[in-house]
């Protein structure tokens, strides 16, 4: 974790520091946490778009098993293409 200053106008303070105090919270947890979901998005909208992507090549024709897939990776000559030992 990594520490930084912010510079909060009145308003904003007062309503953190009242919001802190009714959730039993700081003001740094907040302000985290209101970061995180904005621009992390929540845990629930990162779940979803990962499970939208399950699936997704599963009937994308051309594409070979994944075992042959990695054995080609393995054999790749690219290295040796370039010289390196």
């Given at each position: 974790?990594?520490?930084?200053?912010?510079?909060?106008?009145?308003?904003?303070?007062?309503?953190?520091h009242?919001?802190?105090?009714?959730?039993?919270?700081?003001?740094?947890?907040?302000?985290?946490?209101?970061?995180?979901?904005r621009y992390?998005?929540?845990?629930?909208?990162?779940?979803?778009?990962?499970?939208?992507l399950?699936?997704?090549?599963?009937d994308?024709?051309?594409?070979?098993?994944?075992?042959?897939?990695?054995?080609?990776?393995?054999?790749?000559?690219?290295?040796?293409?370039?010289?390196?030992?």
């Amino acid at each position: 974790m990594r520490r930084t200053q912010l510079y909060l106008d009145d308003e904003l303070w007062a309503a953190l520091h009242a919001k802190a105090l009714l959730e039993g919270a700081t003001v740094s947890e907040l302000v985290r946490v209101a970061v995180r979901e904005r621009y992390l998005g929540t845990h629930e909208d990162r779940r979803a778009a990962m499970l939208h992507l399950v699936g997704l090549w599963k009937d994308r024709a051309g594409i070979e098993d994944t075992e042959s897939f990695v054995r080609n990776l393995r054999d790749d000559d690219r290295q040796q293409r370039r010289g390196a030992k």
